[in-house]
C-alpha cells in the first residue's frame, strides 16, 4: 500500500492494525494535510448490515467538530475496501501513559476537563461513544486530549455480537468482550452495559470515571481474572476508595468519580456538562491552594476579638512574637540534628492481589528476597522473613509493628498480576509517626521484576537517611551491578548474556571481593556456549576461573559450587563431580533454585526421570517469580517422554510472559514428540523470533520439519546451520540431530563423533533426547555412551 494513491491521498507509513481494521498515514493531495486513514477489516465488508450500521454511525460522529475529539474527514472506498479519513495525530494514548509515571493532580485534572467537554458535546447531540477507555484516549505531543474512534465503537460492538471480531489481532484489548458479549471494554463497563440494558449519556460517564480512578492510581477499579469476575465487581462492589491508594488526592476529586461511578445511574452525574464543572471548580481551589487532601490539617478554632482594639494589637503582637522565637528556635535546633536516622526496618509480607500464583508461592518469595537484599545495607537492621510472617492479610498500624518489633520504619507492598505483567505498589512508613515517606507503584513484566528491587533498595536507603561509607557505598554500587547481571542473564538471550557479564566485570571492579559476581561471570560465560555464541574451547577457562575464584572467596557461597557443577556435567563429562557440586550448593542454600534447577537437568541426563522431576518441580516452587526456574519442569519432563504435562507447563509460562522464548521452545520440543507437528513449527518459529536467531531453536526446527517429511525446509534450515558455524559456536551435536530427523545415520553418526571430540554442548543429554531415538539400536550408539560413562 506504500505510496498507492487511494482517492484523493497518498499513502505514506502504516501507522498500525488490529481487530479493527489497518490504518495508514497519507497525505491529502487537494489540501496538503497529513490524515489518517482507517480501512476496516474485510469480515466487516461481508455483512452489509453490520457496514451500513458503521455507515450511519461514522456520518453521526462527523458531524461532531470540536478540538478534543478526533475529527472524521470523511467515508470512501477503494477497491471494496471502505476506509475513513481523519485527523491525522502525533503522540500517544493514555494506555501507554498509565504506567509510565503517575499523572500529577494539575495534569490529571487539566485532561479530565477536556475529555468531559468532549462528551458533552457529544451528548448534547444524543452520540455516545459506548467505548471510553484508556486506548481511545489520545494524548498529542502539544498535551491535548483527544477521543477517538467515535462511531467505531457501535461497529465493535455490532462485530462481536456476530462473532466477527478477530479475537487473535495482536493488538485487541485484554478486556474486551467476545462473541455474543454485551458490547464495550469490560473493564470499563457501566452497569446498564453489563447488564444489556439500553445505554444513554451516562454510560459514557460512567467509563470516564473508570478511567479517571485508573489515571489517579494506575489500577482499574473493577478487576478480576476473568470477565465474570468484572461484571460481578461492576454490578455488585465498591472499588478500593482512592485516598488509600493515593493519599496525596484531593477529596474532592475521590467526591467527584465515586459520583461518576455511582452503580443506579439515576444517582450519577446526569450529564458530562456537570462533572466537567466540579473538575473545573476542583482545579481553581487545587490552584489556588484551597483543595483539601486526604489527610487535612486540623485548625483549632480561634477567638474573637474586637478588631482594632489596643488589647487585640497587643495579643497580636506578642503573638507573632512568641512564633517567630519558637520558629528560629525549632529551625535552629533541627539545623542542629539533621534529618532522623533510620537504622531498623521490617518489610511487612506484601499482598498477593489476583495472582496467577498462590500468596506463598508469589509475595512471600518477592518479600523474602527484599529483605535479604535490603539486609546488604550495611548500617540497615533488617527484621527476618520468620520475624514478619504473622502479619500477613492483616491490615496493621505502622506505628503499632513499629513498637512491636522496635522498629524505625515499615515497608508494606501489594502485588497483582495481569496477564503478562504485574503491579508492584510499595510503600515506606515512618513507625514513630505513620508519616508517609515514600510510595510508589510500578508495572512490570514478570522477568523485570528484578529492576523493581532494585530501585527499592536505592530509595530506601536514600529515604532512611543511612550514613554510608565510602567502601559501603562501593560494596551497593557492586551490589545493583550484580543484580543488573543477574536481571540480564535470566533473559538467556546473547545480547543479555554479553550485558550481564558486562555488569559481573563492573560489579567485580567496584568490588573486587564479590563473590556472586564472580560466579554470575561464570554462568555467563556457560550459558553463551549454550545458546550458541562461544565455543566450548573458548568459554570453559573463562567460566572456571570464575566459578574457583568465587569459591576461593567464599567457600559456602551456593551459587560458587553450582558454577562449577554446571562445569563439570555439560563441558567435563565428570559425573560424580557434578553430582557432588550440586548436592553441596544444596545444602549449603536449600532454597537456591539455579542449583536445583542444574541438579535435575543432571538427574534426567543420567536417566534417573522420577528424582529428576522431583527436583525440578522444587525448582519451581522455589522461584515463582522467575520465568526461568518456573518453566523448567516443562524440559524435564519432556526428557521424561511425558509430553502432555510438558505442554501444559509451557502453555502456563507462555501465558505469564508471552516473549519468554524457552518456554516456547520447550512447548515445540513436546509438540513434536506428541505428533502435533503443526504446532510444533508454529512453536519453534515463535521462539525464533523471541530468541535472537538462536541456533539451538533453528536446529530443533530444522529436525521437526524433517520428521513431518519437509524435506526441503529441513535441508535449507541445516544449510543456515552450516555456514553460521563458519563465524559463530553450532554444536555438532545439533547438526547430527538434523541429520537423524533426515535418517541420514551415516552423517548422523560423523557428527555425533564430532561432538564427542570437541565436547560438544547437549551432547550430555544423548542417553535420554528423544530426538536420537532413530540411532539408539545402532551399535555405534550403544559405544559411544559407554565412552562416556553413561
Known amino acids: 500500500m506504500i505510496d498507492k494513491i487511494v482517492s484523493h491521498y497518498r499513502i505514506i507509513a502504516k501507522l498500525g492494525s488490529g481487530g479493527m481494521g489497518v490504518v495508514y498515514k497519507a497525505e491529502d493531495l487537494r489540501l496538503g494535510r497529513p490524515a489518517a486513514l482507517k480501512f476496516l477489516p474485510e469480515q466487516v465488508v461481508k455483512d452489509r448490515v453490520v457496514l451500513e450500521r458503521f455507515q450511519r454511525e461514522a456520518r453521526t460522529a462527523s458531524v461532531l467538530n470540536h478540538p478534543n475529539i478526533c475529527t472524521i474527514y470523511g467515508i470512501d472506498e477503494e477497491g471494496g475496501l471502505p476506509f475513513l479519513a481523519m485527523e491525522f495525530l502525533e503522540g500517544e494514548t493514555l494506555k501507554h501513559r498509565i504506567g509510565e509515571a503517575r499523572f500529577e493532580i494539575d495534569e490529571l485534572l487539566d485532561i479530565g476537563i477536556q475529555v468531559a467537554d468532549a462528551l458533552d458535546a457529544a451528548g448534547s447531540r444524543g452520540i455516545i461513544h ?73 454510560t459514557d460517564i460512567f467509563s470516564f470515571g473508570a478511567l479517571l480512578y485508573e489515571m489517579c492510581t494506575g489500577e482499574m477499579p473493577f478487576q478480576g481474572s476473568t470477565s465474570a ?57 487545587t490552584d489556588s491552594g484551597m483543595a483539601a487532601t486526604a489527610t487535612p490539617v486540623r485548625v483549632a478554632p480561634r477567638h474573637r476579638t474586637a478588631t482594632g482594639s489596643p488589647k487585640a494589637t497587643l ?140 530501585d527499592i ?24 551491578l550484580y543484580r543488573r547481571g543477574l536481571h540480564r542473564l535470566r533473559t538467556r538471550t546473547a545480547e543479555g548474556l554479553k550485558k550481564a557479564i558486562e555488569n559481573f566485570q563492573q560489579a567485580i571492579s567496584r568490588d573486587p571481593l564479590h563473590a556472586r559476581a564472580y560466579s554470575g561471570l561464570s554462568d555467563s560465560y556457560n550459558l553463551l556456549v549454550v545458546y550458541g555464541t562461544l565455543r566450548p574451547s573458548e568459554a570453559l577457562p573463562k567460566a572456571k576461573a570464575a566459578a574457583v575464584r568465587a569459591l576461593q572467596i567464599d567457600e559456602r557461597l551456593a551459587e560458587a559450587h553450582t558454577s562449577l557443577g554446571f562445569i563439570k556435567f555439560r563441558w567435563e563429562w565428570d559425573w560424580p563431580g557434578a553430582e557432588e557440586e550440586f548436592q553441596r550448593a544444596i545444602e549449603l542454600n536449600p532454597n537456591h533454585g539455579p542449583a536445583r534447577q542444574w541438579y535435575a537437568n543432571y538427574l534426567a541426563a543420567m536417566g534417573r526421570t522420577n528424582e529428576a522431576i522431583a527436583e525440578a518441580r522444587r525448582t519451581q516452587e522455589l522461584g515463582p517469580l522467575s520465568l526461568i526456574l518456573k518453566s523448567h519442569p516443562g524440559f524435564i519432563l519432556y526428557l521424561a517422554r511425558r509430553y502432555d504435562e510438558a505442554i501444559e507447563e509451557a502453555r502456563k509460562r507462555i501465558e505469564l510472559d508471552p516473549t519468554f522464548f524457552p518456554a516456547f521452545r520447550y512447548l515445540g520440543l513436546a509438540y513434536a514428540q506428541r505428533g502435533m507437528h503443526r504446532e510444533a513449527v508454529a512453536a519453534f518459529r515463535k521462539a525464533e523470533s523471541l530468541s535472537e536467531n538462536s541456533v539451538l531453536i533453528k536446529a530443533e526446527l530444522a529436525h521437526t520439519c524433517a520428521t513431518v517429511g519437509d524435506t526441503q525446509s529441513a535441508q535449507t534450515l541445516l544449510h543456515e546451520l552450516l555456514e553460521q558455524s563458519t563465524n559463530r559456536y553450532v554444536s555438532s551435536y545439533l547438526i547430527a540431530m538434523v541429520y537423524a530427523g533426515l535418517s541420514d545415520k551415516e552423517l548422523a553418526f560423523s557428527w555425533l563423533e564430532k561432538a564427542f571430540n570437541e565436547r560438544a554442548d547437549f551432547l550430555v543429554y544423548l542417553k535420554v533426547d528423544p530426538k536420537l531415538d532413530l540411532l539408539r539400536p545402532d551399535p555405534r550408539f550403544a559405544n559411544l555412551l559407554q565412552r562416556m560413562g553413561l
Not at 456476530?162 to 474486551?176: E, F, V
Not at 506578642?318 to 512564633?323: D, F, H
Not at 535546633?333 to 496467577?356: E, Q, Y
Open 229 to 285: 469476575v468484572i461484571f460481578d465487581a461492576i454490578l455488585n462492589r465498591s472499588p478500593t476508595p482512592l485516598t488509600a491508594l493515593r493519599p496525596d488526592l484531593p477529596l474532592e476529586l475521590e467526591r467527584i468519580i465515586i459520583k461518576a461511578l455511582e452503580k443506579d445511574r439515576g444517582l450519577r452525574y446526569q450529564t458530562a456538562s456537570e462533572l466537567r464543572t466540579d473538575l473545573k471548580r476542583l482545579k481553581r481551589d
Open 457 to 480: 533498595l536505592d530509595v530506601v536507603s536514600q529515604k532512611l537517611n543511612l550514613r554510608l561509607s565510602d567502601d559501603d557505598k562501593n560494596r551497593l554500587d557492586a551490589d545493583q
Open 315 to 454: 495579643v497580636i503582637v506578642a503573638a507573632a512574637a512568641l512564633l517567630a522565637i519558637v520558629t528560629l528556635g525549632l529551625l535552629y535546633f533541627l539545623r542542629g540534628r539533621g534529618p532522623r536516622v533510620i537504622d531498623t526496618l521490617a518489610v511487612l509480607p506484601f499482598v498477593n492481589s489476583g495472582a496467577a500464583t498462590s500468596v506463598e508461592d508469589f509475595s512471600d518469595n518477592f518479600t523474602e528476597g527484599l529483605i535479604k537484599s535490603l539486609s546488604r545495607l550495611p548500617p540497615l537492621k533488617v527484621m527476618s522473613f520468620s520475624s514478619v510472617q504473622r502479619y500477613r492479610g492483616q491490615s496493621l498500624d505502622a506505628r503499632a509493628v513499629g513498637r512491636e518489633l522496635s522498629v524505625g520504619a515499615v515497608l508494606t507492598g501489594r502485588l497483582t498480576s495481569q496477564s503478562d505483567s504485574i503491579t508492584v505498589n510499595v510503600e515506606l512508613v515512618d513507625a514513630h509517626d505513620n508519616r508517609h515517606v515514600w510510595g510508589e507503584r510500578y508495572i512490570r513484566k514478570f522477568s523485570d521484576l528484578a529492576l523493581v528491587e532494585e
Open 130 to 202: 459506548r467505548d471510553i477507555k484508556p486506548a481511545n484516549i489520545f494524548m498529542t505531543l502539544q498535551g491535548q486530549a483527544k477521543i477517538l474512534d467515535f462511531g467505531l465503537a457501535k461497529l465493535q460492538a455490532d462485530q462481536n455480537r456476530s462473532s466477527i471480531l478477530d479475537s487473535n489481532s495482536p493488538t485487541l484489548d485484554a478486556h474486551l468482550t467476545g462473541p455474543g458479549a454485551a458490547p464495550g471494554t469490560v473493564a470499563y463497563m457501566s452497569p446498564e452495559q453489563a447488564r444489556g440494558e439500553p445505554v444513554d449519556a451516562r
